[in-house]
């Protein structure tokens, strides 16, 4: 068996945060060479190898990938939704000439594996609003979705006309308690539990009753790891998979929130981000990726919303959570659940 390298572009970012701590525990951390734009003393770079490479440059990225023989390269470097929308033209030429640049190195490396996260932007209003399909006439409104949707187009042509192993996940909303919101439009599922706890008050910048596609960290990191597992054979997507997931709205969301902390309000004031919701799905057809790759995600809204809580909160939070979960006899247990007893 191969010795696996592995560089995992925007390393500081989102996904990037858990993904690779997560890639070092499987592959060893002599294997698995973080790198982003920024120099920076995070845990990321204490407990790893960390390069500081611009993936804009693809000089310095090919350099990298033949210097240390990479096999697997997991380019997170992004501007999301919301993000995105104040500057488009810049948003969109690093989404893609990123993505170009990746998906280049990769080829003339040969025998190199590239995982791309796509997004549920790529869905427009034309889709259906519940259970889109895999695929569909999607129609974007954002510059991000419409770079997620050129760039599985991008992964698809490498498949086909090089024979890349290119795959891919159209990720819901992320939610984690390691990672910073990334300026994403679902981010407000992020910033509601470290308002919640700092000051008891929420304002929500969308409206209380708007559905979207969400997954906890722990679930997206461990979609990624079983898709590039995943024999090729078995694979019939080669742009982007939907995966299953939650769905949840706001006021939901705070429901949860409420139950540990009784005190906490939610305000809501919509605005250009409502705009963005309003053209996404509120669920994703996952089917494909059950059949393909087996997916399945773990955490519920409870388990994600108790988990989240309890890893953000202080010794009293924690014990709070910690008792309502365990006096919750006969629920299933919520995967991570030896964490906290
Ligand atoms: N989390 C992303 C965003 O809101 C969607 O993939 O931009």
Known sequence: ????KILV???????????????????????VIASDRHLVTADLVKDGLYVKADVMNPVMLERVVNHSAITQIYHLAAVLSANGEQNPRQSWDLNMQSLLH????????????????????VFGKHCLPAFCAQHVPNQPATVYGISKAA???WCQYYYDQYGLDVRSIRYPGLISHSAKAGG????????IFHQAI???????FLADNTLLPMLYMPD??????????APAADLSVRTSYNIWGLTFSPKELAGQIKQYLPGFNIS????????????WPASINGHQSSKDWHWKYEFGLAEMAAEMLWHLGDEQLKKRVTAARAGLAGAPQPAGQEQWL
């Open 220 to 229: 997206a990191v461990r979609a990624a790891l079983e898709l590039m597992d």
């Open 151 to 153: 760039g599985e187009l």
């Open 102 to 121: 990746v998906l280049e190195a990769a080829r003339k490396r040969k025998h190199c594996r590239v995982f791309w996260p796509s997004s549920i932007a």
């Open 9 to 31: 572009t925007g390393a500081c970012g989102q996904i990037g945060t858990e993904l690779v701590p997560a890639l070092r525990a499987k592959y060893g951390p002599e294997n």
């Open 198 to 204: 700092a000051s008891g008050h929420y304002q929500c």
């Open 184 to 191: 994403g439009t679902t981010d407000y599922a992020v910033d």
């Open 268 to 279: 809501y004031t919509p605005d250009f981000r409502q705009r963005i919701a309003d053209s």
């Open 1 to 4: 068996m191969r010795t696996e």
